[in-house]
Each structure stands twice: as structure tokens, then as C-alpha cells.
């Protein structure tokens, strides 16, 4: 039997959970936590890891969100167990064998995981998610009392577009050369509707915000354009723009290694290639 | 207060990966060495925080010799002294590692009051290592931090980062807390600070590394994106064919 953590803070990734589960077995049981005072991550595992003491599941399968490698993690201390998360594919046996992610997806890893259950969550993206995903959540109850509990929330107000959810986002590197420099960024990016990302350089840099950083450790994004301007393409900003269905990039270096994996590319300084092309789409547009 | 941070020595990538010829490494032979973005983030916070309420800060990893200068890095910052845990170069697997920073803090002649780690190693990416430090510690434990505050009483108000807004945990101390970039906007070593950390204390131990149950076979690139990019041309002159691009994407 295969226990899949039903975490729902996020459908889709608990949709390829499954999708993920059933590559290695028919008989799922669906597991989510009721607990009336709120997320608690180690009460929840309290209750998770109850409940595969009890069935005895021969793989715990998380989904990859931020809850799903919380959860699995506390179980996997409470029950002492290895744990593999992040994990493209894997194949039952003794030991089961996995591919897991490395880099935030730069790199993948072969491992062998000597345990059982073996605990694993799923990279998201990986697999396509269970269309069918029918399958009848069980919610066990957590214990009352839990050593960290989310006590509070406070809604941030952002103002425009989302980088997360942006259709467009313009972003600049170590390129644009200074904080004042981004004005011909914000600018391209007014005129496309656009959110305007950064690459880490910049970020530590102090020329932008952290909220506007695209990267392994700022935000991933998945816009229909990403136009990538003086960003040379290192892996940490990569593995944040991966899901860009398309890329262009803006860099004077025929070399940057950010063109292996653009559409498009145009080789110049930013500082005139951007303000050229605001020009034209305001030509294009009449005014 | 006392805050320990625990480190863990990573390769600064560029752009394209290189494995070594037995797979099971990236070939660092032209590459730098950095700690995990999260973690420049755990030590500029435990810097900050000794700075304004006083106590003691305390840098660990568990690394090959040469994460000396990793050590020696987040001395420079403002770290007063660093523990190394020095393995032969042989990566550790979760279980191993948190097993040895436990044995680590034990020893510890003051417990600390906060063991701070990144939410994620930038390169393994395993997501356990400080929850499993805790359920050995018998500590509380909240992850993904990008908000600290030392509350009136003591405890520690604890923000995450979630779609919308930001989540909030207070816990007591002790406590293990693992941080995201963003929590702070990391400092620059000094020349004065290079040099004072050349003369803090470091102390160095050699922990055995049992059998690894989360069990690297190999490592292998994921196939490259096989993208052909469209040259639009050079400089402003590119601009008409971006703009022909745009429309054709139906973005004007």
C-alpha cells in the first residue's frame, strides 16, 4: 500500500503526487490531517506518523510544497527513517531506487534508499498531475498539543502584477548596472503589462528588493515571455525561470549561457536594446 | 543570548555544471566556494541579533578541510568562534548529519538558544537536517523563515513567506529555525574583520560517517533544453524584429 499525504495548499502539486503514487502501486490510501486549530507541522506528522505505523504502507508519498517536505521531514524524524525529497521518479524494491533533483532542477541525482516505509515527496512539475484524482481523501485528527502552531497571518498588499503570477515578467542582472539603472526595465515592463524581476546579483547588490528576486532561493515563475536582460544564466536564476514557456535574452556576451536556453536572443547592452524596444512598441502602437 | 548557525560549504555554480568523471561530484577544479544562500542570511541574522541584545554567536559545519574558509568567511562577519565537524570529503546523507550536529551540540559547553540553519542546502536540497536536529533536541522548530523578532517575554516571533501574506509562529526557546534568503540583506566582510577572524577560535573534530540510507548512486545532468535561439539581431537595431516577436506572441 502506498500513503499519499493529501496536502492541499496546493491542488495541482498534490494532483502530480498522485500521479506519482500510482507509478508505484494500485492500492493508495489518500491521508489528510483535520485539525481544528490550524497547520501545526509536527502535529500533523503526529497524526501521519500514527497512521503509518498503523497500515504499515510500504512508500509515503508527499507532494512538493512547502508543507508537503515540512510534514514528511517531521515524520521521518519521529519515525527514523530516510527520507528523499524532491523526487522525479522512483522504482519500488529493496532498496527503492530514486531520481531526485539537485540545484533546484540544475542537476538530478541517482540514490538508493535503504528503509521502510520509504518517505518520499514529489518535485513539482515533474510528473503530469492525476486528471483522475478521485481518489477519497481519509482525514485522521492531530493531537491537541504540537510544539509549533501557525498562530496568525498578515495579508501583504502588492501593488500591480505578481512576479509569481505575472504573464510577463522583464528582469534585469548584474547588467543593469545600478538601482537607477532598472528605470529602463520598469519602463519596458509598464508597457507589456509586465512585472519586473531581478536576477540574486542584484539583489545583493542592494539595487532591488528580495520580493523581486527570480531564482533557486528568490521566486519561480512560469510567465508566457520572460525577457532576461544583462542576466549572464547562472543555475541559481535559471531554476527560477524554467517554467517560462518562452525567453528572450538581452547580453553583449554571445557567450552567456543564458542563450542555451533562450528562443530568442539579441546581443547587445540592455541600455540600448530596451530603450530601442519600448520606442518601437510605442511606434507600433501609434502614439 | 547564544545563537549557533550551521553552514554547509557549496561550489558557486556560473552557469553551466561539470561532473567529475566518476559522477558522483561537480568538478570544482575553476569554480569558488560560497555557503548556501539561505545560511548568508542565517549568520548575517545571528550577527545582528548579538549585536543588539548581546551573547554569543557560533558557526558549524560539517565539511571536508577545506571548509575552513567557509569558517573563517562568517568569522569575518562577525561570528565569534566556529565548530567543524571534518569529514574526508565523503557526502553525509540527512540522518548522518544531524546525528553528528547533535553530538556536536551536546558537547557544547552552552546549549544555545537558537540553532538557526538554511531552509535548504543549495545543493542536496534534502529539507530535513534541522527538523530532524530538533526532534533529537526536543526542540520546537519552524521553518522557512523570513521574519525574527525577540518578543518582551522571550519567545521568538516567527514569520514566513505564503501566497497573499506572511504566516506567524511564536515559539520558545531554544529553538531550531530554518531561514529563506530575503530575511535580511547579507553584510560584506571588512579587511579588519578578515583579520580578526584569522585569530578566533575554531575547533575541529572528526566525526565517523556510518552508512549513508539515503544512498547517492550518481549524479547526471538533466538533458539540456535543445533550444536553438532565434537571433533578432544586434544592439537597437533589433528592436523592429523584438517588437515583431511581441505581436506575434499577441503581447501589443
Known amino acids: 500500500m502506498i500513503l499519499v499525504f493529501a496536502d492541499r495548499s496546493d491542488d495541482e502539486l498534490y494532483a502530480q503526487a498522485l500521479a506519482f503514487a500510482r507509478t ?33 504502507p510500504t512508500v509515503v508519498v508527499g507532494p512538493g510544497t512547502d508543507r508537503g517536505n515540512e510534514v514528511l521531514a517531521h515524520v521521518a524524524a519521529m519515525l527514523d527513517l530516510p527520507m528523499a525529497a524532491n523526487c522525479v521518479q522512483a522504482a519500488a524494491g529493496d532498496p527503492l531506487t530514486l531520481t531526485r533533483v ?37 482525514l485522521v ?147 | ?98 546525528q553528528a550536529i547533535v553530538d556536536a551540540i551536546r558537547s557544547e559547553p552552552e546549549p544555545p538558544d537558537l540553532i538557526l540553519f538554511g531552509n535548504e542546502s543549495a545543493d542536496a536540497g534534502n529539507y530535513q537536517v534541522a527538523i530532524r536536529v530538533a526532534h533529537k533536541l526536543g526542540l520546537p522548530t519552524v521553518t522557512g523563515v523570513k521574519g525574527i523578532e525577540i518578543q518582551g517575554d522571550g519567545q521568538l516571533r516567527l514569520e514566513q513567506e505564503v501566497a497573499g501574506g506572511r504566516d506567524v509562529y511564536v515559539v520558545p526557546t531554544p529553538a531550531v529555525v530554518t531561514v529563506k534568503e530575503g530575511l535580511n540583506l547579507p553584510r560584506y566582510p571588512s579587511v579588519p574583520g578578515r583579520l580578526r577572524a584569522k585569530r578566533k577560535p575554531l575547533e575541529a573534530s572528526t566525526p565517523e560517517r556510518p552508512q549513508p540510507k539515503l544512498e547517492m548512486v550518481k549524479l547526471t545532468l538533466p538533458p539540456g533544453s535543445g533550444k536553438q535561439a532565434q537571433v533578432l539581431g544586434k544592439g537597437a537595431d533589433a528592436a523592429p524584429a523584438v517588437v515583431t516577436v511581441l505581436d506575434e506572441l499577441g503581447l501589443l
Not at chain 1, 36 to 42: E, F, H, L, M, V
Request: glycine fraction near 12%; hydrophobic fraction near 40%.
Open chain 1, 24 to 56: 508505484l502501486g494500485d492500492d493508495l490510501n489518500a491521508v489528510g490531517v483535520d485539525d481544528p486549530a490550524g497547520y501545526s507541522p509536527d502535529g500533523w506528522a503526529t497524526a501521519l506518523a500514527q497512521v503509518t505505523r498503523e497500515r504499515a
Open chain 2, 1 to 98: 543570548m547564544n545563537v549557533l548557525v550551521c553552514v554547509k560549504r557549496v561550489p558557486l555554480t556560473g552557469g553551466k555544471i561539470v561532473l567529475t568523471d566518476d559522477e558522483r561530484a561537480i568538478s570544482t577544479r575553476h569554480l569558488g566556494f560560497t555557503v548556501s544562500p539561505h545560511e548568508e542570511c542565517g549568520v548575517e541574522e545571528a550577527v545582528r541579533m548579538i549585536e543588539q541584545h548581546g551573547g554569543s554567536s557560533a558557526v558549524l559545519t560539517l565539511g571536508p578541510p577545506e571548509a575552513e574558509e567557509q569558517l573563517r568567511d562568517m568569522m569575518a562577519l562577525g561570528i565569534d568562534r566556529a565548530v567543524h565537524l571534518v569529514t574526508d570529503g565523503e557526502e553525509w546523507d540527512p540522518q548522518a548529519t544531524a
Open chain 1, 102 to 138: 539537485r540545484w533546484g532542477g540544475s542537476l538530478l541525482e541517482e540514490a538508493r534508499l535503504h528503509g521502510t516505509p520509504a518517505l518520499l515527496t514529489v518535485a513539482p512539475h515533474a510528473v503530469a498531475a492525476d486528471v483522475a484524482a478521485d481518489t477519497e481523501i481519509e
Open chain 1, 141 to 287: 485528527t492531530a493531537p491537541t498539543t504540537a510544539s509549533a502552531r501557525l498562530s496568525g497571518h498578515t495579508a501583504t498588499v502588492t501593488a500591480g502584477v505578481s512576479l509569481a503570477d505575472a504573464d510577463v515578467v522583464v528582469s534585469g542582472g548584474r547588467g543593469v548596472g545600478s538601482a537607477e539603472g532598472f528605470a529602463v526595465i520598469e519602463e519596458l515592463a509598464a508597457l507589456l503589462g509586465a512585472a519586473v524581476g531581478c536576477s540574486r546579483a542584484v539583489t545583493s547588490a542592494g539595487w532591488r528588493p528580495h520580493s523581486d528576486q527570480v531564482g533557486q532561493t528568490g521566486t519561480k515563475i512560469s510567465p508566457s515571455l520572460y525577457i532576461a536582460c544583462g542576466i549572464s544564466g547562472a543555475t541559481q536564476h535559471m531554476a527560477g525561470c524554467k517554467g517560462a514557456k518562452k525567453l528572450m535574452a538581452i547580453n553583449p556576451d554571445n557567450e552567456a549561457s543564458i542563450f542555451a536556453s533562450a528562443d530568442y536572443a539579441v546581443f547587445g547592452d540592455l541600455h540600448e536594446v530596451v530603450p530601442a524596444i519600448s520606442a518601437e512598441i510605442r511606434k507600433a502602437r501609434g502614439g
